[in-house]
């Protein structure tokens, strides 16, 4: 039996001052440090979005950011343009403890297709690997952290747990951005789920 940690997208663009900051997300930083030794492997994710990402509101004429579209492969919100590719928004919060991951996994990189889970992109089908590289390491209990609880800390604990991991959030060491009643649904999904909000 082997567990793993994943830290979710803690850039500075999610954090205060970022293009899309989510409030207190730089006060997460030092608990996931602190977390990090009771884990036989840490993942971290890295939202990396190509300039002109779909996503983004920018690339669509006369759309404006939290409104949502329909894409190919369902409805998507669109968002400020956010941790594009080499830019100081999409690097990782400069106080978290990177030396200690095992693996740091982008996700984004397709302009056609979002991904908030770090296991596949918004349609749901197309893998990053991470599914794959935990199972190789004999990987069964996954415990997630870091931001937004209700975007991409959600889709990746709820593909976590239809992957067949025990998929615990540490909702402390997460916060949301909170769109619409977007916390309270992704809560209600993740009990639903079976999954442990601790
Ligand atoms: C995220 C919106 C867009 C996240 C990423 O990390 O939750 N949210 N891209
Ligand atoms: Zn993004």
């Avoid at 579209?69 to 369902?74: A, T």
């Avoid at 749901?124 to 800390?153: I, N, P, R, W």
């Amino acid at each position: 039996m082997s567990s793993a940690l994943i830290v979710i997208d803690v850039q500075n663009d999610f954090c205060p001052g970022g293009a899309l900051a989510v409030p207190e997300g730089d006060q997460i930083v030092e608990g996931i440090n602190a977390l990090m030794d009771d884990f036989d492997t840490v993942v971290l994710t890295q939202d990396w979005h190509p300039e002109g990402h779909s996503s983004f509101a920018s690339s669509h004429e006369g759309k404006t950011p939290y409104e949502l579209i329909d894409m190919p492969y369902g409805p998507q919100v669109l968002w400020p343009d956010h941790c594009v590719q080499g830019s100081a928004g999409a690097e990782l919060h400069a106080d978290l403890d990177v030396a200690r991951a095992n693996v740091i996994i982008r996700k984004g990189t397709n302009p056609a297709i979002d991904s908030y889970s770090a296991f596949f992109e918004n349609d749901q089908t197309t893998s990053t690997g991470l599914g794959g590289y935990l199972q190789a390491l004999g990987v069964t209990e996954v415990t997630m952290v870091g931001l937004a609880t209700d975007f991409c800390v959600q889709f990746s604990a709820l593909d976590a747990s239809r992957l067949g991991f025990k998929v615990n959030v540490r909702e402390d060491l997460c916060r949301a951005i909170d769109l619409d009643g977007s916390l309270k649904a992704a809560q209600n999904a993740m009990d639903e789920a079976g999954i442990s909000r601790l």
